[in-house]
């Protein structure tokens, strides 16, 4: 099940706020200008499938994005446990960055933690299958896949290059928790 988590950003250790009732979730993000929104993962997928049968299955919800909101390139990251350069992988997402546009990701299958910052706010977000999240460009976050990561998202782009990040070179991604075995799934 997904879940909000709320702390100061002094206060790793005492989130002021936890939930799993979506409405919650989305009002409280609402606030900060993220959307999220739940939708049904309508088509089996598992880490490992090739990106292009993931991208037919939800060929339907993608041209309904793109259209919507202008996207010019979309793809698929999938990474499953036993991927060869997981840590590696998972060290890259998770420094605090930001993004020139706004990142947009379906998850249709397993799970990860985008932890956003905001003023002086942390907000965590458990993201599941069927988990659509919006992060505003230029809005500071990191994402953490896990040890063991289990999860593939469909990701959204405005810029025909995909994903960039620009680092802050902050300590903050470091000092909250990690997503770690055992939290979902």
Same mark, same amino acid.
């Given at each position: 099940?997904?879940?909000?988590?709320?702390?100061?950003?002094?206060? +790793?250790?005492?989130?002021?706020?936890?939930?799993?009732?979506?409405?919650?979730?989305?009002?409280?993000?609402?606030?900060?200008?993220?959307?999220?929104?739940?939708?049904?993962? !309508?088509?089996?997928?598992?880490?490992?499938?090739? +990106?292009?049968?993931?991208?037919?299955?939800?060929?339907?919800?993608?041209?309904?994005?793109?259209?919507?909101?202008?996207?010019?390139?979309?793809?698929?990251?999938?990474?499953?446990?036993?991927?060869?350069?997981?840590? !590696?992988?998972?060290?890259?997402?998770?420094?605090?960055?930001?993004?020139?546009?706004?990142?947009?990701?379906?998850?249709?299958?397993?799970?990860?933690?985008?932890?956003?910052?905001?003023?002086?706010?942390?907000?965590?977000?458990?993201?599941?299958?069927?988990?659509?999240?919006?992060?505003?460009?230029?809005?500071?976050?990191?994402?953490?896949?896990?040890?063991?990561?289990?999860?593939?998202?469909?990701?959204?782009?405005?810029?025909?290059?995909?994903?960039?990040?620009?680092?802050?070179?902050?300590?903050?991604?470091?000092?909250? +928790?990690?997503?770690?075995?055992?939290?979902?799934?």
């Amino acid at each position: 099940m997904s879940r909000l988590r709320i702390f100061e950003d002094h206060a +790793p250790q005492a989130p002021i706020l936890i939930t799993d009732a979506l409405d919650t979730m989305t009002a409280e993000l609402a606030r900060i200008g993220v959307q999220l929104e739940r939708w049904q993962p !309508a088509h089996p997928v598992q880490p490992g499938d090739p +990106p292009e049968a993931i991208m037919a299955a939800y060929q339907a919800d993608i041209d309904r994005l793109v259209e919507a909101r202008g996207f010019n390139s979309v793809d698929v990251v999938s990474i499953a446990p036993d991927h060869p350069d997981r840590e !590696a992988l998972r060290a890259k997402f998770l420094d605090e960055h930001y993004h020139k546009e706004d990142e947009v990701r379906f998850f249709v299958a397993g799970s990860g933690l985008f932890t956003l910052h905001v003023g002086n706010r942390v907000y965590e977000i458990l993201c599941e299958a069927g988990d659509l999240i919006s992060v505003p460009d230029g809005m500071r976050h990191w994402f953490d896949m896990g040890p063991r990561p289990y999860f593939v998202a469909i990701r959204f782009f405005t810029s025909p290059d995909g994903w960039v990040g620009h680092f802050t070179g902050t300590d903050i991604a470091a000092r909250f +928790p990690r997503y770690e075995e055992g939290q979902a799934r």
